[in-house]
């Protein structure tokens, strides 16, 4: 009687023992609370607008996807602040959308034991084989160059919209004309850039080559090949939607502008991050040249000119209403990728200031920096959503240096467009430039094991 007492007794305390275990936060919860909390409020949702979709307290984060899941304690992901060490493993090492495919399956239940036991082993460890040495300072380092863009003549820089065309008044030789499209600045800057990056011993790769997309063939060849299929999927995932619905009208149906922005764009920059991930890079540089936004239709020069970088994270109102979307919220959340991408972007942005000789641009400068963007602790560096800043995995910079449309640039543009090896007096080469040596000094600031 009284031993049968005893196990009963023995049985009920650790009954309530695990009962009170399951509900104590783990030590260190409050720090871990706080930090993903200002980390959030900081560089995800600085204006707070996002609060239905996710909850961090003592005992981990949740992800719900909307005001009703939430209400009713719903998450679609539930991070427990004792699982964080498997989370971060599973973001740095699988790739995306297997990282993506994990933590679904995973929901609110336990990891299967066979993702713990692989993942616990890898750790957050990166194993690059950046091994710098004096003659070759970025010996070994990854390095994906996305040039922005994809005309290779006057006609497909109209499908994308991204050309100037227009005159410099002035008499004789003053008078200029201007005419060329930025996705030739982004080639020639990435190319020249490839040169420097590979002759201190990196390792390059480019998402497009010249005269084709990131789908290795030209857009007219896409629009053969894949365009149909490509708008017919969008549609099964957007029954609703106006713009694509415009595009069953026959009349409208080959209208390429429309077929450029409402289907194409999109997946070729999924293509673009995806060739990038497949890469595993330490860094990734996107590549663009920038116009004065309030200078519209660009036919003429702007005597305003500013040089800026961004990197993921500002999300806004409305911007995780789609599962993959609050993935990569909490992927951003949990993972130091974008600390480092702004670290890394300052680097770069300190480097364009210095050797472009163009102002950073402050908040002040760009109404899309307030209203889309928001400032980090690095110059000229600001956190806005960006396909490719959310789509890509680890540490990027999407610099977006000084305004084609300006007074003096647009002459110096003109002349690198029209310059088939460009040498240190070219524009483009001093872009190049910039963004290798911001690329150096980021180097140099790793620590060495
Ligand atoms: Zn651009």
């Not at 699988?94 to 994990?102: L, S």
């Not at 390095?143 to 008499?171: C, M, Q, T, W």
């Not at 960006?386 to 680890?394: A, D, F, Y």
Request: proline fraction near 5%; aromatic fraction near 12%.
């Amino acid at each position: 009687m009284h031993t049968r007492f005893y196990i009963t007794f023995c049985f009920l305390a650790a009954a309530a023992c695990n009962m009170l275990r399951a509900q104590m936060p783990i030590f260190g919860a409050d720090s871990l609370m706080k930090h993903y909390t200002q980390r959030t409020q900081l560089l995800l949702d600085r204006s707070g607008a996002l609060g239905t979709h996710y909850k961090i307290d003592l005992f981990g984060v949740y992800i719900y996807a909307d005001a009703a899941a939430r209400a009713a304690d719903r998450p679609e992901y539930r991070v427990s602040w004792n699982e964080l060490p498997i989370y971060k493993a599973i973001l740095a090492h699988a790739p995306r959308e297997e990282a993506r495919r994990i933590l679904l399956e995973k929901g609110n239940g336990p990891f299967p034991p066979e993702i713990t036991k692989t993942y616990y082993q890898l750790g957050t460890h990166s194993h690059g084989d950046f091994a710098p040495s004096s003659t070759l300072p970025l010996n070994g380092l990854r390095i994906a160059l996305d040039p922005g863009h994809f005309a290779h003549d006057s006609a497909s820089s109209r499908v994308e919209d991204k050309y100037l065309d227009f005159k410099v008044a002035g008499n004789g030789p003053d008078s200029v004309r201007i005419n060329f499209f930025e996705s030739q600045l982004t080639w020639q800057t990435a190319t020249l850039l490839a040169q420097q990056l590979r002759s201190a011993g990196a390792e390059v790769m480019f998402t497009r080559q010249y005269g084709t997309t990131a789908f290795g063939k030209t857009y007219e060849q896409w629009k053969k090949d894949d365009y149909q299929r490509t708008r017919d999927s969008l549609f099964i995932l957007r029954p609703d939607d106006a713009n694509l619905k415009k595009l069953l009208n026959p009349r409208l149906a080959n209208d390429d502008r429309l077929i450029f922005r409402f289907v194409f764009r999109d997946a070729e920059l999924r293509k673009r991050a995806e060739l990038i991930n497949a890469f595993r890079p330490d860094l990734t540089v996107i590549i663009h040249y920038n116009v004065d936004e309030t200078n519209t239709d660009w036919k003429r020069t702007t005597p305003r000119n500013y040089s800026m970088a961004f990197t993921g994270g500002s999300f806004h109102s409305g911007e995780l209403a789609d599962s993959e979307k609050r993935f990569d919220f909490l992927r951003l959340m949990l993972t130091d990728e974008l600390i480092n991408s702004i670290t890394f972007s300052g680097a770069v942005t300190r480097r364009m200031e210095s050797e472009l000789n163009v102002p950073l641009a402050t908040p002040r400068d760009a109404t899309y920096l307030q209203s889309s963007s928001h400032a980090t602790g690095q110059p000229g560096v600001y956190c806005r959503n960006l396909s490719l800043c959310r789509l890509v995995q680890g540490t990027l910079v999407y610099g977006e240096t000084l305004y084609q449309d300006n007074a003096q640039e647009c002459k110096l543009l003109m002349q690198a467009a029209q310059t088939p090896n460009p040498g240190p007096e070219s524009r483009t080469f001093q872009v190049a430039m910039a963004y290798y040596n911001g690329i150096l000094d980021w180097a140099k600031a790793q620590p060495r094991e």
